[in-house]
């Protein structure tokens, strides 16, 4: 088959009956339903993108062993150009939805693509193993399909292993093998977008001991697979507020979800590792399943960035504050920060290293940069724009004041800003801010940006470590010999005259 436009991903999402449950409620049609309705229509229109003369050939390509379409998230990259093509999707799908929805389709596409086309290391454990990524790759990619992931344990005693926590099974594991298949049973999360995808990858970070073989798992499903519940956090819009009010808030939500196994069956061309921590804790560094999507989320992250910056620089520009110097010096921070981003991407693209196989990956330090920065400088732009906006930020009226015929001379005298911004380019451009700065919807894109890769503490400790095996630091030697090299030259030097 391969590409599918927006009507077919919802037909999709129409003919599955997933266990999705919201406030209490099981839900039951979620195509239709306002949580889930327009954010369905905002994936929906990335896969028409792909059909889109103007896109079409940036972000597809003709697959060299179906001689179908299909997305360019399942092209091993194996040139520059391969990188630019990926590149160019990442780019697309970010800017269409200001790199405020995190998972779209092509993440995890990059995930799977990255473990398909270097599954070879599960042969030593299992062949079977390497066999189904590869032929889930292949299903994957020709049926077009978008994926959510879980692969953290819920947050419940942190200072304890999986087999140690109250319950052998509050964590994700194996409870028996039979005939068809692996039983699991417990929780992971968080699984964003959950309940309007197609199928969900269970894996998981390296960090495996002994003792926790029945959790050293990695397999895939359809997201309505029976006894599998997708328990939602609670929403941050109900649907029903206007696009006027709340301009990003009311398209972009992305619901993250909880996922419960209840004696979950795993068809066993499914299961990508089971009962192996080895070959568990190898799967990231073995398959490059960081390296790969980080690209993605660095366009992805940097997109998001600019966006929050382009609101702060137009926020202060609307009501005249940017001639200051304090707040010049503030918007002369932020958009070196975007600058820092591109030209990490920059590098990466331009760096980027070839294994064996022939598979190129943008490189790593710069990609694993960005994502020590980003949670640092995301919410300093965030903080910035809510230092800018001040009070003002809570001064906006909703559209039904604004459209009332009793209140509409009002609005159009207090609300306007700096000499030729009106009161309505005012009220929506803050609304537009508030919605990043202030609503629920805000702090959780904010908290994305911080955590959405792991813990960014942790994450940065070892890069620290593998820099350390990987640099001499030898600049110091140099100094250090050179300061020798001169021992008795010195006081010659400092009793003679340097013409
Ligand atoms: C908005 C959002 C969307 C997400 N989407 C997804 C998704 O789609 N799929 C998915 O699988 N995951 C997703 N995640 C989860 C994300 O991967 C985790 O939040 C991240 O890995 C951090 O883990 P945690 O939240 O369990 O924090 P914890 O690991 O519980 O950490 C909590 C705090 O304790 C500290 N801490 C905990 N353990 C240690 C330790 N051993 N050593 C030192 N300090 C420690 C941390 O520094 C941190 O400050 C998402 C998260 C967010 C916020």
Same mark, same amino acid.
């Given at each position: 088959m391969g590409i599918r436009t927006g009507a077919q991903y919802i037909d999709g999402l129409k003919s599955r009956k997933p266990e999705v449950w919201l406030g209490g409620e099981k839900v039951e049609d979620i195509v239709n339903h306002p949580v889930f309705k327009q954010p369905i229509l905002e994936i929906a229109k990335l896969y028409d993108m792909q059909f889109d003369p103007a896109y079409q050939d940036k972000i597809t390509h003709i697959c060299e062993e179906t001689g179908e379409r299909i997305s360019n998230a399942f092209l091993v990259p194996k040139s520059s150009e391969d990188i630019k093509k990926r590149g160019d999707l990442f780019e697309a799908y970010a800017k269409s939805t200001f790199g405020l929805?995190? &998972?779209?389709?092509d993440f995890l596409n990059i995930v799977l693509t990255s473990m398909a086309s270097n599954s070879w290391f599960l042969d030593k454990y299992n062949p079977e193993w390497s066999k189904n990524v590869q032929n889930y790759f292949k299903f994957v990619r020709d049926n077009d399909i978008f994926l959510t992931h879980a692969i953290i344990n819920p947050q419940?005693? &942190?200072?304890?292993p999986s087999y140690e926590?109250?319950?052998?099974?509050?964590?994700?594991?194996?409870v028996e093998e039979t005939v068809d298949g692996l039983v699991v049973r417990g929780a992971k999360m968080l699984a964003t977008l959950a309940p309007i995808t197609d199928e969900v990858i269970i894996y998981s970070f390296p960090g495996f001991h002994e003792g926790d073989e029945r959790y050293a798992l990695a397999f895939a499903l359809p997201i309505d697979t029976p006894g599998l519940k997708i328990l939602c956090r609670e929403q941050m819009q109900d649907g029903k507020r206007s696009f006027f009010d709340h301009p990003l808030a009311s398209r972009f939500e992305e619901m993250d979800a909880v996922l419960v196994f209840e004696d979950v069956l795993i068809p066993w061309n499914r299961v990508f590792i089971h009962n192996n921590v080895e070959a568990a804790n190898n799967l990231y560094p073995k398959t490059g399943i960081a390296q790969q999507p980080a690209h993605q989320s660095g366009v992805r992250g940097y997109v998001k960035l600019a966006f929050a910056v382009e609101v702060a620089c137009r926020l202060a520009d609307s009501i005249g504050v940017d001639v200051y110097l304090n707040v010049q010096n503030d918007l002369g921070e932020l958009l070196q920060s975007v600058e820092t981003i591109r030209a990490l991407l920059r590098v990466s693209e331009i760096e980027y290293e070839t294994l064996p196989s022939g598979e190129v990956r943008p490189a790593w330090e710069p990609l694993e940069t960005i994502r020590g920065l980003l949670p640092t400088m995301y919410p300093r732009a965030i903080e910035v724009i809510q230092t800018i906006g001040a009070g003002g930020l809570l001064m906006s009226p909703t559209e039904a004041d604004f459209e009332h015929p009793e209140l509409r001379d009002a609005m159009d005298k207090y609300y306007v800003g700096r000499e030729g911004v009106s009161s309505l380019d005012r009220i929506q451009l803050f609304k537009l801010a508030w919605d990043l700065c202030g609503e629920a919807f805000g702090q959780r894109a904010l908290q994305y940006e911080r955590y959405y890769t792991g813990d960014p503490i942790r994450k940065r400790a070892i890069y620290y470590n593998q820099m350390k095996r990987k640099k001499t630091f030898s600049m110091v030697d140099d100094a250090l010999n050179g300061a020798k090299n001169l021992k008795g030259v010195s006081t010659n030097l400092a009793n003679s005259k340097v013409n």
């Open positions: 929805m995190g &998972r779209t389709p419940n005693d &942190r200072s304890k926590q109250k319950d052998l099974f509050t964590h994700l594991g194996a």
